[in-house]
């Protein structure tokens, strides 16, 4: 069946680095949501891309869709203590269809 | 505001017994619910897509016996643990997929603990 890995499972940076957390699909997909998850919250839609070679900023965020629609990518620049949690990639196979969550990348800042 | 609510947020139930949790879309109707369970630090995995009016679609490995979905209108899913065990202990949580703003986003319930001893 489909499958989404994301890598790291997790990632520790000072305040003001960079991160990057990446999604594979082993199969192409209609289009990929990322979503944040806060300790003790539940998940919490971030963006959505469905084009080719998407890509979309948010303030910091900067989400990256592959060519081939099997990839993805999340970067922040200069984190905050505030971009703490657990960031996923779900690949979706369009309309109303299922989404498959990758494994999560969980993010800890360090002040 | 939320526009997915879950029900219980947690709960703690004695060993063979079955507990419900209810998922309930907010001003909008949701032909397709979907149900995931999440354990400590680990990813949501999905265990089963509820279709209003007709049969849950359950994942390979998820027991239909063991988490009866029931989707009897179109604002309500509903989620059985039946018999419930130990191992069964979990996090809970339902989602529905709305158009807003031009893309078609999940909005997931606040998810149900559950806890059996």
């Known amino acids: 069946g489909q499958q989404v890995m994301q890598i790291p499972q997790y990632q520790h940076v000072q305040e003001g680095e960079d991160f990057t957390t990446y999604c594979n699909s082993s199969?192409?997909?209609?289009?990929i949501q990322w979503y944040k998850q806060r300790p003790g919250g539940h998940p919490v839609f971030l963006i959505q891309l469905v084009k080719s070679g998407e890509v979309k900023k948010q303030k910091r965020l900067t989400f990256q869709f592959g060519e081939a629609k099997k990839n993805s990518s999340l970067h922040i620049t200069a984190t905050q203590t505030t971009d703490v949690g657990t960031y996923f990639c779900a690949g979706g196979s369009g309309g109303y269809n299922k989404l498959i969550f990758g494994a999560g990348t969980r993010l800890a800042v360090h002040p | 505001g939320a526009v997915v609510s879950q029900h219980p947020s947690w709960v703690i139930c004695k060993s063979g017994t079955s507990v419900k949790i209810e998922c309930r879309s907010l001003?909008?109707?949701?032909?397709?619910m979907f149900w995931y369970r999440q354990f400590p630090k680990k990813s949501l995995m999905l265990m089963a897509t509820s279709n209003e009016g007709s049969k849950a679609t359950y994942e390979q490995g998820v027991e239909k016996d063991k988490f009866l979905i029931n989707h009897a209108s179109l604002t309500l899913s509903t989620l059985t643990v039946t018999s419930a065990h130990p191992e069964d202990s979990s996090f809970y949580i339902c989602?529905?997929?709305?158009?807003?703003?031009?893309?078609?986003?999940?909005?997931f319930g606040q998810g149900t603990r559950l806890t059996v001893v």
């Open positions: 199969t192409t997909l209609s289009n």
């Open positions: 989602s529905a997929r709305m158009p807003k703003g031009g893309e078609l986003e999940a909005f």
């Open positions: 001003d909008f109707q949701a032909t397709t």
